[in-house]
Structure formats: C-alpha cells, structure tokens
C-alpha cells in the first residue's frame, strides 16, 4: 500500500533550495535523505510530514491529496498516524517521563508498551522528571512517545543526534522492527551516512535535486 506519495515538490526561501522532488513510500518502506547542512533536507521533511506547505508540487497521504483535506481531517490525521522524531525531543519539562508517555497514550487512545521501555533502557528512569534526564535518556523518551501512538508513518529528523553510536543502531533496529510488525513507514533525515544505509533506500539531497543513492 502507498502510505505518502510526493510529486514535483519545489521550496524557496531566499533562493531555490530544491525542485522537482518526488518520491513514494510504501508499507514496512525506510529511506534515508542525507546532505549538506542547509541543503534542505529538514524542510523537506516538515513538507513531506504537512509541518510546511509546498510551494509547487503535491504531498498525498494515505491516497489523499494534503492541500484539498479540510483543516480537521489534516489534523486527524496528523494526530492518529504520523509520529515525528526530531533531535530536540520537545518533551513537557513539568511532567515525568511516564507522564509524557500518557499524553501521548490518551490523545492516540493507545496503552503504553512496557517492553518498548525496556528496550529503549528507559523502564529504570520513567517515573523521574524529564529534567532530572540525561540528553540521550530524554530523547529515548521522545521516541517512546512516538511510538506509544504507533503511527503509520514515523518523521525522523536527526533522531539519534543526542545517542551514542551503539544505542543508536540498537535504536534503529527497534525502528526497523516497528515497522515491520505495523506495516509503517519511515523517513530518516541524517548526517550519518552508516545509519542511513541501514534504511531501505537512501536518496542524497545535493544541488536542488534529490537523487537516489541506493
């Protein structure tokens, strides 16, 4: 099943930063965009996950066209199917880490996975303030709490950027498994070419054009 199709997406801010992007994404699909710093790759993300509008181009979700759904739907949808992943984890620093766990569980109407704590090595610091975390526990935390509303469609922006490189491969293997037991998709943006070869396919963003790599 097609889960996201993007078709001839093109953005500027002061000048070009790409055009004529396109690409699909499909059930249990991983790709990998890296690139420059300031080659686009994030705003292409925040495109493709609705954060931004395209200014040329298309972004289908789920079979539907993203600029003809009512600002509702959107929402719903944003909501109940896509999980973004990014390298400031955004966590609400009043609240435990359980806590930002249960928002997520109750607005997705979804029951917190203990055994995805565990193997994220969070199930020990949970109930402890998210301030009282160290940068790489908030964001396993972060990810927990995506996960926690098991979307369709996982945005991932830099998402190991605050782990080490053990734990981050043990992260993207849990991401891996997700997605084949949910029949989910991934976009990963990072600088890190190891990771990124770790997804099913990986495109370069280099000279305004998004070429595939592997």
Do not use: W
């Amino acid at each position: 099943m097609n889960l996201l199709s993007a078709k001839n997406i093109s953005h500027t801010f002061e000048y070009e930063l790409f055009s004529d992007v396109s690409l699909e994404l499909h059930e249990r699909d991983s790709i990998a965009i890296i690139g420059t710093s300031g080659s686009g790759k994030s705003t292409l993300l925040h495109i493709l996950s609705t954060l931004l509008k395209a200014q040329k181009g298309s972004v289908s979700l789920f079979g539907e066209d993203t600029s003809k759904l009512k600002e509702k739907k959107l929402s719903q949808i944003k909501r109940e199917s896509l999980g973004l992943v990014f390298q400031s984890h955004y966590l609400f620093k009043g609240f435990s880490a359980y806590e930002n766990l249960e928002v997520a569980a109750i607005l997705s109407e979804r029951n917190i996975d203990e055994k995805l704590l565990q193997k994220l090595g969070i199930d020990g610091c949970i109930k402890q303030k998210v301030t009282e975390l160290s940068g790489g526990q908030q964001q396993r935390v972060s990810i927990a709490r995506v996960l926690t509303k098991q979307p369709r469609i996982i945005f991932a922006d830099e998402p190991t950027g605050n782990l080490d490189k053990k734990t981050a491969s043990e992260v993207m293997t849990l991401f891996f498994e997700y997605l084949e037991a949910k029949a989910a998709a991934m976009v990963l943006v990072t600088h890190d070419e190891a990771l990124a070869h770790m997804c099913k396919r990986v495109y370069r963003l280099e000279n305004k054009k998004l070429e595939l790599v592997k």
